[in-house]
């Protein structure tokens, strides 16, 4: 073999086994996605807020409504065991609820709402029109059921949340039922570049 051919060779093997082993991630591994890259609503305090607002920290994404009479606490509890659970990493997350329910989640009932599970978390809404091309854009299904009570209606949802990596990339889905360890794990990886 000639000699040249032999190092160039022998460096890409070297290089081959240098590179970083593929990530395993806990939760659904989105790497790649084509579809939920964008996002612009009003924040709880009146400020429109985009995904690219928040590049250089993990964001984690969820749908919901403040009057969900279980799903929603439930995720956001969760949500503030992982900022605790992290620690000082915590800095460098930010937790976005877009409400699907804009009709009764005015800013002021948001701002009640989010942020008493953690002082971090922000409320997003848009009206009518804005939360239908969102829920489109990022495959949110959610559909409104008249209900015998005060409500007077619930919305069926989905329950999960998106996790975009500090580049701005969507990288995971977390289901409703995840554990905090699980969520913890996966954020301190993308915390870490990975």
Known sequence: MDRRLFLAYSCWLLLASCERPPVAFRNTDLTGATFATELELSDHNGQRRALANFRGRVVILFFGYTSCPDICPTMLARLAAVMKALGP???????????????????????????????????????????????????????????DSDLGY???????????????????????????????????????GR
């Open 154 to 192: 619930v919305l069926d949802h989905s329950a999960g949340a998106y996790i975009y990596d500090p580049a701005g990339r969507l990288r995971l889905y977390v289901r409703d039922t995840a554990s905090v360890d699980d969520i913890v794990a996966d954020v301190g990886q993308l915390l870490a």
């Open 89 to 147: 990493a915590a800095d460098k997350v930010q937790v976005l609820f877009v409400t699907l329910d804009p009709e009764r989640d005015s800013a002021a009932r948001l701002k009640d709402f989010v942020p008493w599970f953690h002082q971090s978390f922000l409320g997003l809404r848009g009206d009518a029109d804005e939360t239908r091309k969102v829920t489109e854009a990022f495959r949110i299904f959610s559909a409104r059921k008249t209900v």
